[in-house]
């Protein structure tokens, strides 16, 4: 009788395994829209984090506020162009500090690696472009955390929160059902695209755009104010279809034993 279990789980990157907290493209978000003397705040980008980039870009200009401020600056609406500039801009801040914020997250390269020496593959996703991830992958390796596969949506029809990336993760690794696959991340797009694959779906707290805080500001933080914080993050994560929100990666090894055991259940 064969036993079902996961094979392979797939990773997000900023806020999920590096960059605790996710501030590169936040930080690269708002000087950009700051180069057409436009305001978007750390908030407004965190609301659309885990799309692809262009696809933030737009989202931003779609806000009503910002698409006000930018009608009252230049007297017509923004178009095409303006996105394309603003994503230029984007790319060129994010590129000159991609490499500072390829830091693992804390407990991420000793998790991933025993579960890697369990025989579960590690994949990933992100609203990265393959160029970017050229920048993050070597570094974070040198830092320790070394995954099997990266797929960014550059060669696919779309990225988050469609599962196209998750599929193509599973030819890449070769992996023969979604029943066996696990997505981790740490944006409400992570959840959709973990959902719209059908495959197990974690979401993670500490460290996440979710909850947009650095490692100081959470260890500052009154104890009762960080539980409410994080009680805000999981009920958004579970109301998006999560089937399991974790505080850290340090308990993700117990979440797969219980899949494990709710997958042979019925045999």
């Given at each position: 009788?064969n036993?079902k279990?996961?094979?392979?789980?797939?990773?997000?990157w900023?806020?999920?395994?590096?960059?605790?907290?996710c501030?590169?493209?936040?930080?690269?978000?708002?000087?950009?829209?700051?180069?057409?003397?436009?305001?978007?705040?750390?908030?407004?980008?965190?609301?659309?984090?885990g799309?692809?980039?262009?696809?933030?870009i737009?989202?931003?200009?779609?806000?009503?506020?910002?698409?006000?401020?930018?009608?009252?600056k230049?007297?017509?609406?923004?178009t095409?162009?303006?996105?394309?500039?603003?994503?230029?801009?984007?790319q060129?801040?994010?590129?000159?500090?991609?490499?500072?914020?390829?830091?693992?997250?804390?407990?991420?390269?000793?998790?991933?690696?025993n579960?890697?020496?369990?025989?579960i593959?590690?994949?990933?996703?992100?609203?990265?472009?393959?160029?970017?991830?050229?920048?993050?992958?070597?570094?974070?390796?040198?830092?320790?955390?070394?995954?099997?596969?990266?797929?960014?949506?550059?060669?696919?029809?779309a990225?988050?929160?469609?599962?196209?990336?998750?599929?193509?993760?599973?030819?890449?690794?070769?992996?023969?059902?979604?029943?066996?696959?696990?997505?981790?991340?740490?944006?409400?797009?992570d959840i959709?695209?973990?959902?719209?694959?059908?495959?197990?779906?974690?979401?993670?707290?500490?460290?996440?755009?979710?909850?947009?805080?650095?490692?100081?500001?959470?260890?500052?933080?009154?104890?009762?104010?960080?539980?409410?914080r994080?009680?805000?993050?999981?009920?958004?994560?579970?109301?998006?279809?999560?089937?399991?929100?974790?505080?850290?990666?340090g308990?993700?090894?117990?979440?797969?034993?219980?899949?494990?055991?709710?997958?042979?259940a019925n045999?």
């Amino acid at each position: 009788m064969n036993m079902k279990k996961i094979e392979c789980i797939i990773m997000d990157w900023a806020g999920t395994s590096v960059d605790y907290g996710c501030f590169a493209p936040v930080a690269a978000f708002v000087e950009s829209f700051k180069g057409a003397g436009i305001e978007v705040t750390p908030a407004e980008t965190r609301a659309y984090m885990g799309l692809t980039k262009i696809e933030e870009i737009r989202a931003l200009f779609n806000i009503p506020r910002v698409n006000e401020a930018f009608r009252a600056k230049y007297g017509r609406n923004y178009t095409d162009e303006d996105v394309q500039a603003r994503y230029a801009e984007f790319q060129r801040v994010l590129f000159a500090t991609l490499e500072d914020y390829a830091e693992p997250i804390p407990g991420v390269p000793e998790v991933i690696a025993n579960l890697r020496a369990r025989g579960i593959k590690v994949g990933s996703t992100t609203g990265y472009t393959k160029q970017m991830m050229d920048v993050v992958i070597p570094a974070a390796e040198r830092m320790g955390y070394k995954i099997d596969a990266c797929v960014t949506s550059d060669q696919l029809p779309a990225g988050r929160p469609y599962p196209y990336m998750i599929y193509q993760n599973m030819i890449e690794l070769a992996i023969p059902s979604v029943d066996c696959v696990l997505k981790y991340g740490d944006t409400i797009a992570d959840i959709r695209e973990g959902v719209n694959a059908k495959v197990w779906t974690v979401g993670v707290i500490l460290g996440s755009n979710e909850l947009g805080l650095t490692q100081e500001e959470v260890a500052a933080l009154p104890a009762t104010e960080l539980e409410a914080r994080k009680q805000e993050v999981r009920r958004r994560m579970l109301e998006a279809g999560a089937h399991y929100v974790v505080d850290s990666i340090g308990q993700l090894p117990a979440v797969i034993d219980e899949i494990n055991c709710r997958l042979n259940a019925n045999h």
